[in-house]
């Protein structure tokens, strides 16, 4: 579901917030997700590369050898990819919580008065301004 789809039933300022809080919890979970995978691969990476070099230390014969440290460069690479990817879900889920933010910050005190208000809020074409 994209965010769109997902903001469609969000017709009022409360439930608004409340889709901007859950996309925005969503957002961190999938970052910390992929913060986790980027460590695992950079572990294994690292574990390929050491059992390259035990290998070569130990004689065994260049395929194997080779076999071994072709894999732990195509982890490494993988290793790199993880870790933009990283940068990026960290941007995402800053850019989630500014929207966040910003839509309370902005919108907040209106939906506060609304709701405190002793009247009922008349149709919207009223509060336009010429």
């Known amino acids: 579901m994209s965010v769109t789809e997902s903001l469609k ?10 889709k901007l809080a859950w996309l925005t919890h969503q957002v961190h979970e999938h970052a910390d997700a992929v913060t986790t995978l980027a460590s695992d691969v950079n572990e ?42 990283t940068a990026a879900a960290d941007s995402a889920a800053a850019a989630a919580d500014e929207a966040k933010t910003t839509v309370e910050s902005e919108h907040g005190g209106i939906a506060d008065a609304v709701d405190t208000s002793p009247v ?9 301004q010429p």
């Not at 039933?9 to 917030?17: C, E, I, S, V």
């Not at 009922?120 to 336009?128: C, G, L, N, Q, S």
């Open 44 to 85: 294994i990476a690292e574990q390929m590369q050491d059992a390259a070099e035990t290998m070569k230390a130990l004689a065994v014969d260049d395929a194997t050898t080779a076999e071994f440290a072709d894999a732990a460069l195509t982890m490494t690479g993988a290793k790199d990819a993880a870790s933009a990817y």
């Open 9 to 18: 039933d969000a017709a009022t300022y409360a439930a608004l917030r409340t």
């Open 120 to 128: 009922e809020m008349a149709e919207a074409a009223f509060y336009t």
